[in-house]
């Protein structure tokens, strides 16, 4: 009798298929074209986006004016597009903010000792207990309505609900059949660490980068729009909607198509983001 032996080569891993779903191709144009606004927006805008002109001041979408003009005569579109760098740099500002407080704090509540665990545990409870955005308008308040307090803001805002995940999967992973088995091996609390630990816990991570992006960009233009955020002349998103507000029922454009912009970069974000986790999770099985 013949005995035939096979590798085992771990956990069979799903060739990648290049054949995207609709959806997934329209959200990566959509992103690809805010993204290429924001590092270089002369290329796509038409106008100076701070240049006057009151004869044309309120007009409609029109060949000259691709989504209308402002109270003043600014064209819209352009201010739009240059608007972009702003609104897409405080929605990856702040994601990174609430990803560094939530790897802090997930960590420390689920793998520090008890005198450090419990008092995060009670801090991510209490945390949680606040609406995202009354969060972050309490920092506002205490910040300042600018650019930089609006990043600050809804990052600390959002960031509780990471750590939640952060604490989670860590309680998950330091459980896990692999890491018992390497600590009996002897390995080092560092090694363990750095080499189990840490990098499963953050795979599931990189999904929500995506889908992070997308949200911290509406909740800092609900911001503006309320006033606590970027002010006018700037061209950032919710200042463009707090500054139209006023004409709103003579200019529509100025509230209908910023608002636009918003949700286009978030569902396209969220789109990307959970096709990765989608994917991510199709490959470990």
Do not use: C
Not at 75 to 84: A, E, H, N, P, V
């Amino acid at each position: 009798m013949t005995t035939h032996f096979t590798d085992y080569a771990g956990p069979r891993i799903t060739r990648f298929s290049w054949q995207l779903p609709l959806s997934v191709l329209l959200s990566a144009i959509v992103a690809l074209f805010f993204i290429v606004a924001a590092i270089a927006p002369g290329v796509l805008a038409t106008h100076d986006p701070f240049s006057t002109n009151l004869y044309r001041a309120l007009q409609a979408p029109s060949w000259a004016n691709w989504l209308g003009t402002d109270d003043i005569g600014r064209d819209l579109y352009s201010r739009i597009i240059w608007g972009t760098r702003q609104s897409l740099l405080i929605g990856i500002g702040a994601m990174a903010i609430a990803l560094l407080g939530a790897v802090v704090l997930g960590f420390s509540a689920a793998l520090g000792r008890r005198w450090l665990a419990e008092p995060v545990n009670r801090l991510l409870e209490i945390l949680l207990a606040f609406p995202t955005l009354l969060l972050a308008l309490l920092f506002v308040a205490l910040l300042g309505p600018s650019a930089s307090s609006l990043l600050i803001s809804v990052g600390i805002g959002t960031a509780p609900g990471y750590a939640r995940l952060v604490r989670a999967q860590a309680l998950q992973v330091k459980q896990s059949g692999y890491v018992e088995a390497a600590r009996a091996l002897g390995h080092p609390w560092p090694r363990l660490f750095t080499q189990h630990i840490a990098p499963n816990v953050f795979r599931p991570l990189f999904s929500l980068v995506a889908l992070g992006i997308g949200q911290s960009v509406v909740w800092a233009s609900g911001l503006s729009f309320l006033g606590l955020g970027v002010v006018p002349p700037s061209p950032e998103w919710g200042a463009l909607l707090e500054a139209g507000k006023i004409n709103v029922t003579v200019a529509w454009w100025l509230e209908v198509l910023p608002g636009i912009a918003i949700v286009l970069v978030a569902l396209s974000f969220t789109q990307i983001g959970r096709y990765i986790q989608q994917r991510a999770e199709g490959e470990t099985r």
